[in-house]
Each structure stands twice: as structure tokens, then as C-alpha cells.
Nanobody
Framework: QVQLVESGGGLVQAGGSLRLSCAAS????????LAWYRQAPGKQRELVAA???????NYADFVKGRFTISRDNAKNTVYLQMTSLKPEDSAVYYC????????????WGQGTQVAVSA
């Protein structure tokens, strides 16, 4: 059974930094990408950053230059380093692993809350 567990969220002042972690357990085959999404109250879930199985990364425009996605294969962990945080970055952040193929599977974590005060 696949399980993703996020950690590292919390309350931080604007301009501060946080590092989110997502520990994966279980067997996942044909991984397409690892990703972080976020969802603020009253808004749709949106993609923040993604890394393909080959290591290519892409970022939403609103976090480019501030956030970095990385992985540690030995620890089965995905990270999101967040710097220069802004109040508008406040949201629940979700880890996602998705698979390639005709029938894509999305695995999600339970989410971790990030709150940035002005």
C-alpha cells in the first residue's frame, strides 16, 4: 500500500523559509513525476513544482526563483524548499506522485499547512 506523509509545514513570517518533506512508502511503478500542489481556502488546488523521473523540473510562475523541488532516492523522500515566503503562499501543501501510462494513478499525501504572516 502506497503512503505519502508530508511534514515541515508551520507558521512563518513573510520573507522566511520552510522545507517541506514527503516520505513515500510502498511500491510505485512507472513513476512519471513527483510534485507539490497547494490549495488555499476557497481556491482550487494548483501545481507548485514538479520533477520528472528523469530529474527535469518545472515551477509555477508564482514560485520561480523562490522554491526548489528535490528528491532523495535513498530516503524515498521529496522536498520542497521554500524561501522568501509571502502571505499569499499560505495554503495546504500536498505531495503528489503520479504514474505514466494509459491509466494514470495519482498518489496524494494528507497535506501540511503553511501559514505566512505579514
Amino acid at each position: 500500500q502506497v503512503q505519502l506523509v508530508e511534514s515541515g509545514g508551520g507558521l512563518v513570517q513573510a520573507g522566511g523559509s520552510l522545507r517541506l518533506s514527503c516520505a513515500a512508502s510502498g511500491s510505485i511503478f512507472n513513476i512519471n513525476a513527483l510534485a507539490w500542489y497547494r490549495q488555499a481556502p476557497g481556491k482550487q488546488r494548483e501545481l507548485v513544482a514538479a520533477m520528472t523521473s528523469g530529474g527535469s523540473t518545472n515551477y509555477a510562475d508564482f514560485v520561480k526563483g523562490r522554491f526548489t523541488i528535490s528528491r532523495d532516492n535513498a530516503k524515498n523522500t521529496v522536498y520542497l524548499q521554500m524561501t522568501s515566503l509571502k502571505p499569499e503562499d499560505s495554503a495546504v501543501y500536498y505531495c503528489n506522485i503520479n504514474t505514466r501510462g494509459v491509466f494514470r494513478i495519482d498518489y496524494w499525501g494528507q497535506g501540511t499547512q503553511v501559514a505566512v504572516s505579514a
